[in-house]
C-alpha cells in the first residue's frame, strides 16, 4: 500500500483561507497533461466507512470543472455516481473532459481515478450569467417556518472538521409514515471563505456539505439502528497501531451515537432492526442560485425519503439561505440493506 496520500508534499495550512478551502485545495498537473488535476491534501476517511469522504471527491471534481469554464460560466447541475470506494491512502487523480462550448451552456465530464481504475464519475452543465431573457418565470420552495439560527455551539460544531453541524429534531418524528419524516439541520463552512476563492469556493463548499448525512436519513426515518463493527482505517497523517485505530473510531461512534439521541442506549439494548451495508449510489445537484449565497453563513437544509425498497433507497434535500432562499436542491440514491444473519455453517463430515 502507498505510503503518500498525495502526489506531492503537501504545502503549509494557509492561514488567509477558510479550512474547507484548505480541504479542497487541488494542485494542477498540467506539466503531465492538460486539465488534469490532484488532491492537495489527504482526503477525510470517516471511522468506519468504506472510503473517503464522498462529499470531497465531489468538490474537488467541481472544483476542477470550475477552472476550465469562462469566469461568467457558472454550474447549475451536476450529476455524479460513486463507482467504487475511494482510499485515502494514495492520491486521487481528476481528469476533466471538455464536452460541449455553447454561447449559453457549457459541459465538463469529471472522472476521479485511483490505480488507473475510476472511482466517481460526474457531469456538470454550466450557464452563461444572465443568459436566461430579461423576463423569467419564478417560483421556489420556501424555507420552512419557525426556524431559529443557531446560537450556542453543539457537539457537532467541535473538532476539526471543516464545517459545522448543528442537527434539530425530525419533523413529523412520530409519524407512522416514513415518507412524511423530515431530517434538517444547519450547516456552514467553518471559519471565513476568502476574497479570493470567489463564488467558486462557496459552490465547491456547498458540494461538500449536500453528502453531509444524506443518505443516511433512510435510517433515521426508519429508526434503524446503523452502528455495526465496520473495517477499521489508518489515523489521517500519523502512523498508528490498530489498537489506536479502533479507540479512534470507537470513539468517533459513541460520538456519533449520543449525538443521534442514543445515549441512553449506546449498545442497541432494544433490538432496533441494523443495518448491514449503507453507501451512496449516485448523487445530483440543481445550484438555483450559485452566486446568491454564502457557504460560511448558516445554510438549513431538509431531507426526505419519497421511497425505500429493493436494498436502496431514495432521498431529496433541499438547502436554503438563511433569508429563505433556494440555493440548492439535491437527490442522492444508496444501497440500504439490513444485517441478515448467516446460517451456521455445516460440516462437511
Known amino acids: 500500500m502507498a505510503d503518500h496520500p498525495t502526489l506531492v508534499k503537501p504545502p503549509p495550512i494557509d492561514p488567509l483561507k477558510s479550512s474547507i478551502e484548505n480541504v479542497l485545495e487541488l494542485t494542477e498537473l498540467s506539466a503531465i497533461a492538460p486539465d488534469l ?4 491534501r489527504p482526503l477525510w ?11 470531497a471527491v465531489i468538490a474537488q471534481c467541481l472544483a476542477a470543472a470550475q477552472r476550465t469554464v469562462p469566469s461568467n460560466f457558472t454550474v447549475h447541475s451536476m450529476h455524479c455516481y460513486f463507482v467504487l470506494a475511494g482510499d485515502s491512502e494514495i492520491p486521487v487523480m481528476y481528469y476533466v473532459e ?35 431573457g430579461q423576463k ?23 473538532g476539526g472538521s471543516p464545517f459545522i453541524s448543528h442537527r434539530i429534531e425530525i419533523l413529523n418524528k412520530d409519524s407512522k409514515n416514513p415518507h412524511e419524516k423530515r431530517t434538517r439541520q444547519w450547516i456552514k463552512a467553518r471559519g471565513r471563505i476568502s476574497e479570493a476563492g470567489g463564488h467558486q469556493a462557496h459552490l465547491s463548499a456547498l458540494a461538500y456539505m449536500s453528502d453531509s448525512y444524506f443518505i443516511g436519513t433512510i435510517s433515521r426515518i426508519h429508526d434503524l439502528w446503523r452502528f455495526g463493527a ?55 445537484i440543481y445550484f438555483h ?34 433569508d429563505g432562499t433556494l440555493v440548492a436542491t439535491c437527490f442522492q440514491e444508496g444501497v440500504v440493506r439490513l444485517k441478515e444473519e448467516r446460517a451456521p455453517k455445516t460440516s462437511k463430515l
Not at 37 to 40: A, K, Q, R, S, V
Request: proline share 6%.
Open 37 to 40: 488535476y490532484t488532491n492537495t
Open 45 to 55: 476517511h470517516p471511522p468506519g466507512a468504506r472510503g473517503i469522504y464522498g462529499g
Open 98 to 132: 471538455h464536452v460541449r462550448e455553447g454561447k449559453s451552456f457549457a459541459t465538463r465530464t469529471v472522472q476521479a481515478r485511483q490505480r488507473g481504475k475510476c472511482i466517481f464519475t460526474t457531469t456538470m452543465s454550466f450557464v452563461r450569467e444572465k443568459s436566461g
Open 136 to 158: 423569467t418565470i419564478n417560483h421556489a420552495v420556501p424555507l420552512p417556518a419557525g426556524l431559529d439560527k443557531p446560537s450556542a455551539p453543539n457537539g457537532e460544531e467541535e
Open 230 to 284: 465496520p473495517s477499521s482505517n489508518k489515523t489521517e497523517g500519523k502512523e498508528s497501531t490498530l489498537s489506536e485505530d479502533m479507540a479512534q473510531r470507537d470513539a468517533y461512534v459513541k460520538k456519533l451515537k449520543e449525538f443521534e439521541g442514543y445515549s441512553h442506549d449506546l449498545e442497541n439494548t432494544a433490538g432496533r432492526p441494523e443495518i448491514g451495508m449503507m453507501v451512496s449510489l449516485d448523487h445530483t
Open 289 to 322: 442560485e450559485p452566486r446568491g449565497f454564502r457557504a460560511d453563513e448558516w445554510m438549513f437544509t431538509e431531507m426526505s425519503s419519497p421511497w425505500s425498497g429493493d436494498g436502496r433507497g431514495v432521498v431529496t434535500q433541499h438547502m436554503f439561505a438563511a
